[in-house]
């Protein structure tokens, strides 16, 4: 590894003109190479701060359309925009909290769950609707049986019989003869 002069380290953090070069120094070379590093730090550190501000801008526009369209209370704000700022700055410094966590899940799940919950719903909607068909089907007589052309009702044809029914049944379809 090479060993960097004392006065080229320190051109990486002093302005330019703390150390002009003089010609003729072995070091000249160096010292313009750190002065153009330092160069270019400032100015990409410009660059971030100015698009830092540009986002806080935006992001204030957003969060007041939010609040907005979501017709959020000053209660619900007061609540709501401090913790939101408690996350941003947690982010900010790369730090994950279990309640950040559980919140963005909570968002997240929260969505899942509403449309799964109305599947739900339009299935059970469907079923009621069968049942409420069925029972007025069921309910659409007179208060008569419907004999069926062997003596049997709709009803005692689809069920199974205990054995004196079925006896008593298969006796009337045989014919009772006495001799």
């Known amino acids: ?6 006065r080229v380290s320190l051109a990486k953090y002093f302005k ?3 150390f002009n070069p003089v010609e003729g120094d072995d070091q000249k070379e160096a ?5 153009k590093e330092r160069a270019d730090r400032i100015a990409e550190q410009e660059r971030i701060k100015s698009e830092l501000t ?21 209660e619900v704000q007061k609540a709501y925009l401090p913790l939101l ?13 279990p309640e950040f966590l559980e919140f963005h ?3 997240h799940t929260r969505t899942t ?5 109305i599947k739900q719903a339009e299935i059970k909607a469907k079923n009621e609707k069968i049942i409420q068909e069925k029972d007025k089907k069921e309910n659409d007589s007179d208060g008569m049986p419907t004999l ?7 009803k005692e044809k689809g069920k199974k019989l205990n054995q004196s029914d079925q006896i008593i049944f298969d006796t009337i379809d045989k014919g009772f003869h006495r001799k």
């Open 1 to 6: 590894m090479a060993v960097i002069p004392y």
């Open 16 to 18: 330019p003109e703390d």
């Open 31 to 35: 010292l313009e190479k750190s002065h």
């Open 54 to 74: 540009k986002n806080e801008q935006e992001s204030l526009e957003v969060l007041k359309k939010f609040i907005t369209d979501k017709k959020l209370s000053e």
């Open 85 to 97: 700022n408690q996350h941003i700055s947690d982010l900010q410094n790369l730090k994950l909290t």
């Open 105 to 107: 899940l909570g968002g």
């Open 113 to 117: 769950d509403i449309e799964n919950a």
């Open 148 to 154: 069926t052309p062997d003596n049997k009702t709709e």
